[in-house]
């Protein structure tokens, strides 16, 4: 059962970073530039 867990939260961890990015550009305005896209490729 806790297998499962740690799957989830691996999951979490590696969606945030794009999560953060998104958030940024969709409520302070950030422009959406090469930096935050090439990483996402």
């Given at each position: 059962m806790s297998n499962n867990h740690s799957h989830r939260?691996?999951?979490y961890y590696s969606l945030a970073p794009f999560i953060g990015a998104f958030l940024a550009i969709a409520l302070w305005g950030?422009?959406?530039t090469a930096r935050l896209v090439l990483p996402a490729c």
């Open positions: 939260s691996g999951a950030e422009p959406l």
